[in-house]
């Protein structure tokens, strides 16, 4: 398994965007996750990724609004925040599945599925 470093995080106003990135140590087929935590809250899915990038999932808070994406070559997953709200405030995380899923599969969002989580960065939305 890979070792996940992420950044971007800052603080932003309302409205405006960020672009996180995450690190892997390495290759991975494996499918790359974002997830958040805002504090007293569970964490909670945002976005995965499948290694080809062809099968996406997200969370109704963020769709149309965050976009995930992958550079193999890099070994990097992005997330793409538009229109930042309040209440995505939260330190976010990354993740690699413990399983492989094709195009064909229908991308994990539970955190149970998850492994080798990052040390996370803290995203501020002011209003």
């Known amino acids: 398994q890979v070792q996940l470093v992420e950044s971007g995080g800052g603080l932003v106003q309302a409205g405006g965007s960020l672009r996180l990135s995450c690190a892997a140590s390495?290759?991975?087929?494996?499918?790359l996750g974002w997830f958040r935590q805002a504090p007293g809250k569970e964490r909670e899915f945002v976005a995965s990724?499948?290694?080809?990038?062809?099968?996406?999932a997200y969370a109704d808070s963020v769709k149309g609004r965050f976009t995930i994406s992958r550079d193999n070559a890099k070994n990097t997953v992005y997330l793409q925040m538009n229109s930042l709200k309040p209440e995505d405030t939260a330190v976010y995380y990354c993740?690699?599945?413990?399983?492989?899923?094709?195009?064909?599969?229908?991308?994990?969002?539970?955190?149970?599925?998850?492994?080798?989580w990052g040390q996370g960065t803290q995203v501020t939305v002011s209003s």
């Open positions: 990724i499948n290694r080809s990038g062809r099968s996406t």
């Open positions: 390495g290759p991975t087929d494996k499918t």
């Open positions: 993740a690699e599945s413990y399983g492989y899923y094709s195009d064909y599969a229908v991308s994990p969002r539970a955190t149970a599925m998850f492994r080798s």
